[in-house]
């Protein structure tokens, strides 16, 4: 028989990738967090923590997480039908992968709804959607927003729509850098905004557009997708984005289009295939949100 305190004490130490932020989430010392991982492993016999900066699930870790994450949903399935077992004041709780420039446009107003209606505390893992999906083969989260249109093993896929992209520039920027056109060395003499070292959109439309590679133009690294519609409001770089983010500077003529270029990215929603009812509306909600804001994918 497992010994739940253990194994929340393991999964929170995976969740937030440190001993210390773990005890904070708990309310313990840091010093019984390791001494309830280390119980955990005993039983186990075997490692469930890589401790590395961040830290990181082994096999068995990742297995554990998951299976927490099963009963913490039966548990708050428990508690919607018998309101008596759940401790006052006591809120649910779900993870879920979302990439910025979702959680900036049609997935605003997901985690209010899921509050609102369901009472849980929502964590957001944010990260490029063509990750998001690793989140969830390593059990850190119950559902999550990906490009991948193949399911991946226990989980269902669900398209959720289309979000299309294209380059701006403020009118200043245009007349500096491409007032003889835009072309491949123009973009190579002037910065980019990159979301991360992954920024695997802006390399697709830079390489499909104009033959470039990562590492032939200079760029900015900001991981907002609003901070990449202010450095090229302000005229420091180029960006690709989304286009209801540049809606109001396209409009108020703070932004322009340098080219005509586009590129639709699908987006498809993961989540586990765990027999809950308080999954199944969360699952609900999120796709709901996407039907309201997002055209559907072109077959």
């Known amino acids: 028989m497992l010994d739940y305190k253990l194994v929340e ?15 904070r989430a708990l309310g313990l010392t840091q010093s019984a967090i390791s001494q309830r991982v280390k119980l955990m492993e005993e039983r186990f016999g075997q490692p469930v923590l890589v401790r590395a900066k961040p830290i990181v699930p082994t096999v068995a870790g990742q297995r554990l997480l998951a299976h927490y994450q099963s009963v913490r949903l039966l548990e708050q399935d428990l508690g919607s039908e018998l309101p008596e077992v759940r401790a006052e004041g006591e809120f649910g709780q779900v993870t879920l992968a979302v990439n910025a ?22 964590h957001l893992v944010v990260d490029d959607e063509s990750l998001n999906h690793h989140s969830l083969q390593e059990g850190n989260v119950l559902g999550a927003v990906s490009l991948r249109d193949r399911p991946i093993q226990g989980c269902r896929v669900r398209p959720l729509g289309s979000m299309r992209y294209f380059m701006v520039v403020s009118p200043e920027f ?10 491949a060395d123009a973009l190579r003499a002037c910065p980019a905004v ?16 104009f033959g470039l590679n990562p590492g032939e133009f200079p760029a900015h690294t900001v991981p907002s997708s609003q ?37 639709d990215r699908p ?5 586990k295939t765990i027999n809950s009812r308080l999954l199944d509306q969360v699952n609900d909600i999120v796709l709901s949100e996407a039907r309201r804001h997002l055209p559907e994918i072109p077959q």
């Open 9 to 23: 004490a393991c999964a929170e130490v995976i969740r937030f990738g440190s001993f210390e932020k773990a005890a």
């Open 101 to 122: 420039d979702s959680l900036a446009t049609w997935f605003v107003d997901v985690p209010k709804l899921l509050f609102e209606k369901l009472g849980v505390l929502v």
């Open 267 to 271: 987006l498809y929603w993961h989540h």
């Open 194 to 209: 990159n979301f991360s070292e992954h920024d695997e959109l802006q390399n697709q439309f830079l390489h499909q557009y």
């Open 174 to 183: 245009q007349e500096r850098y491409f007032k003889d056109g835009l072309t």
């Open 227 to 263: 901070g990449f519609v202010t450095l090229a409001e302000q005229g420091v770089a180029y960006a690709v984005v989304e286009q209801h983010q540049a809606e109001e500077g396209l409009r108020t003529g703070r932004l322009v289009r340098p080219c005509p270029f586009e590129i």
